[in-house]
C-alpha cells in the first residue's frame, strides 16, 4: 500500500490544503518515465465495441464547424480520417484495461467514492474538444506526445456557448495561461476552470482521471426516494393536537411548520441517510454493463481455493468504499462497518470481516495470509456474494481465471 503520488514534491496535504477544489497546478515529470496504459490502436479498437462509450470528434478549421461520431465506430472510419484536426476519446477505459485500473489507484490521496473514471484521448496535430469546462475536479496526465494546455476564467451553466456545436464549447475564448505537456507532466483543474487542450504533432495520447462531484438536485432525489421506499404507506402526517381555526380556509404557520418538520426528522436520519449515500456514490458507471450472476461459490470452494495459494482481484472498474456506522454510545467492539461494493450495502460487524472491507478499499488482492481468520464466516460468506456478482475473480500467481469451474 505503499503507493508514490503523481504530485511531485508537494506532498498530499500540500495539494489538498493549498490546491484541491481552489486552484491549478502544474506538475513537470509528475511520473518519471510513464507510459500509456493503452495504445493509439488499443483505443481504436475499443471505440469499436458497442460496449464501450466513445467519441470521435473532428475540427474543420476552415469553416470553423465541429463535428462528432459517436461511438460504436466502424473501422473503416480511421482510415478515412484526414492528417490534423481530430481527437478520439475513450471513456471509462479502466473498466477494460488492468493497466488503466492501477493508473487510478495512484490518486488514492483522493477517497474512492469521488474518483469517477480514467478518460483516455488520443489526438492528431490540432486535435482537441475545444475550449470548455467540467463541473468536477480532473488530473489531466500526458501519456505520449505533446499537448498545449491553455486555462482561463471560471465558469457555470449560465456561460454563453455556441449552439451550433456537438459539444460544449465557449465562444470567444481568452486564454490566460498556457503549458505544453510532454509524457509524465500533469495538470489540476478545478471544477469550472475554463480550459482547451490542442495536440502539438501526432501520437498524442493524455489520460483524463475524472472525479463525481454529486449534482444536490440527484442528491436530493434520490434520497427522499430512497427514504420513502422505507417509510411505508401507514406513516403518514398526523395532528393529534389540533386546535380549532377561525377559518377553515387557513393553511396555519403551525400546521406548516409541523408538516416541514415531519420531513425534516426523516432527512435527519443519519442512519439512514449514511445507507443511501454509500449505495448512491458506489453505483455502478454503467449498471447495464453488470454482469450476470455467476453460479454461487461455496465457502468450502473457496477455503479449498485459498489454501491452494488461490488469490481474489477486484475487478476492473468496480466501485468499492466503507464507513463505520455510529455506535450511538455503544461499545465501539459493537460497531457496524458497512462495505458499499457496486451501489449495495454489506453491514459487516466480526473484526476480520471489517478488516477485510478496509483492505478491499484499497482495491487489493486477497490470498489467505491477508485474512485475519479464514474460518470467519461473515468474511468467507462476503468473498463469496462478491464473486457472485463479479465484483472479485479469481486467479494465481500464474493466470487470473476462473478457478472454481
Given at each position: ?269 443519519r442512519e439512514l441517510f449514511a445507507a443511501w449515500f454509500g449505495e448512491f456514490v458506489t453505483e455502478p458507471k454503467y449498471p447495464e454493463l453488470a454482469a450476470e450472476p455467476d453460479d454461487a ?109
Amino acid at each position: 500500500m505503499n503507493i508514490t503520488f503523481p504530485l511531485g514534491d508537494i506532498t498530499a496535504e500540500v495539494f489538498l490544503r493549498d490546491y484541491w477544489q481552489k486552484k491549478p497546478l502544474l506538475i513537470r515529470n509528475a511520473i518519471p518515465d510513464f507510459v500509456s496504459p493503452v495504445g493509439a490502436d488499443e483505443l481504436a479498437g475499443l471505440a469499436c465495441e458497442e460496449e464501450v462509450e466513445s467519441r470521435l470528434i473532428r475540427f474543420d478549421a476552415v469553416n470553423d464547424e465541429w463535428q462528432m461520431m459517436q461511438g460504436p465506430l466502424d473501422e473503416a472510419v480511421f482510415s478515412e480520417l484526414p492528417p490534423s484536426n481530430w481527437t478520439l476519446l475513450i471513456q471509462a477505459v479502466d473498466h477494460w484495461a488492468p493497466q488503466a485500473h492501477e493508473l487510478l489507484r495512484r490518486f488514492s490521496f483522493i477517497p474512492n467514492w469521488r474518483i469517477d473514471d480514467l478518460m483516455i484521448s488520443y489526438a492528431v496535430d490540432g486535435g482537441g474538444v475545444g475550449p470548455h469546462y467540467d463541473n468536477y475536479d480532473v488530473f489531466l496526465l500526458q501519456a505520449s506526445g505533446k499537448r498545449r494546455w491553455e486555462i482561463g476564467g471560471t465558469y457555470d451553466e449560465h456561460a454563453p456557448r455556441r449552439e451550433d456545436a456537438p459539444v460544449m464549447i465557449l465562444p470567444e475564448w481568452q486564454a490566460e495561461e498556457s503549458w505544453v505537456l510532454e509524457p509524465g507532466d500533469m495538470l489540476y483543474l478545478p471544477p469550472r476552470i475554463g480550459h482547451n487542450g490542442v495536440a502539438v504533432g501526432d501520437d498524442c495520447i493524455t489520460c483524463s482521471i475524472g472525479f463525481r462531484a454529486p449534482a444536490h438536485h440527484e442528491m436530493l432525489r434520490g434520497f427522499s426516494d430512497f427514504a420513502g421506499e422505507r417509510l411505508g404507506h401507514d406513516a403518514r402526517y398526523c395532528d393529534p393536537d389540533l386546535p380549532l381555526q377561525q377559518d377553515p380556509g387557513e393553511i396555519t404557520a403551525a400546521a406548516l411548520d409541523k408538516a416541514r418538520q415531519e420531513l425534516l426528522d426523516i432527512l435527519q436520519d443519519r442512519e439512514l441517510f449514511a445507507a443511501w449515500f454509500g449505495e448512491f456514490v458506489t453505483e455502478p458507471k454503467y449498471p447495464e454493463l453488470a454482469a450476470e450472476p455467476d453460479d454461487a461459490v461455496s465457502e468450502e470452494e473457496l477455503v479449498a481455493f485459498l489454501n491452494d495459494d488461490g488469490c481474489l482481484y477486484p475487478s476492473e472498474g468496480c466501485r468499492l468504499a466503507w464507513m463505520d456506522q455510529d455506535s450511538k454510545g455503544q461499545d465501539s467492539l459493537d460497531q457496524t462497518r458497512l462495505l458499499f461494493a457496486d451501489g449495495q450495502c454489506y453491514p459487516l460487524t466480526s473484526s476480520a470481516a471489517q478488516a477485510l472491507a478496509s483492505r478491499l478499499g484499497h482495491y487489493l488482492s486477497i490470498s489467505l495470509a491477508d485474512l485475519e481468520d479464514v474460518a470467519d464466516a461473515q468474511s468467507l460468506h462476503l468473498l463469496c456474494e462478491l464473486l457472485k456478482r463479479g465484483l472479485l475473480h479469481a486467479g494465481n500467481d500464474e493466470e487470473v481465471d476462473s478457478a472454481f469451474e
